[in-house]
């Protein structure tokens, strides 16, 4: 699995470190920030530094591929990236109306391209028993736990990612 690493810091990171927990073979997280490729590094990820704004030629071919950096540069490293009848997610959309997207090489390797929010819901039981048993660490992503009422002013530090929890639920 590739995750190309950027604007979501820590969707970057939980989609390595959920890869680690499940028992993924090869995880690569490339990145043209030295702090992220550190962390990702410290949660089991090959690491790949890339020139500022991902200039960077593949680093292998991957049946799934997480671009987590939303530019036009990542999502071409993507395609790129997916080997044939791959898969490739994109953690949200950039903030762009439009994106260019290659059709005629997707078409050719036969790539599959999601744009989607996780489905919490459907997937939390899984992570919940994930750490439970010791194999997923939010904690190692989280800098910062917040009651909900109190997330407007911990959300005002760009170098503070949130996870929101009910009183009383740790």
């Known amino acids: 699995m590739l995750v190309i690493g950027g604007f979501a810091q820590s969707l970057s990171m939980f989609a390595v470190q959920a890869a680690v927990s499940r028992g993924a073979g090869r995880i690569v997280y490339v990145d043209d920030d030295p702090a992220r490729l550190a962390k990702a590094k410290s949660l089991g990820a090959e690491v790949h530094e890339a020139a500022k704004g991902l200039a960077i030629k593949p680093v292998g071919r991957f049946p799934i591929v997480i671009d987590a950096a939303a530019t036009d540069a990542s999502i071409m490293l993507a395609f790129r990236s997916a080997e044939p009848n791959g898969i490739c997610q994109r953690m949200y959309g950039d903030f762009l109306e439009t994106t260019p997207v290659p059709l005629r090489h997707m078409y050719g390797v036969g790539i599959t391209f999601r744009v989607s929010r996780v489905n919490v819901r459907a997937?939390?039981?899984?992570?919940?028993?994930?750490?439970?048993?010791?194999?997923?660490?939010?904690?190692?992503?989280?800098?910062?736990?917040?009651?909900?009422?109190?997330?407007?002013?911990?959300?005002?530090?760009?170098?503070?990612?949130?996870?929101?929890?009910?009183?009383?639920?740790?």
């Open 123 to 170: 997937e939390l039981p899984a992570c919940v028993d994930h750490v439970e048993a010791g194999h997923f660490h939010p904690e190692h992503v989280i800098t910062r736990r917040v009651r909900f009422e109190d997330a407007h002013e911990a959300i005002g530090d760009p170098t503070i990612r949130v996870a929101f929890v009910r009183d009383g639920i740790e």
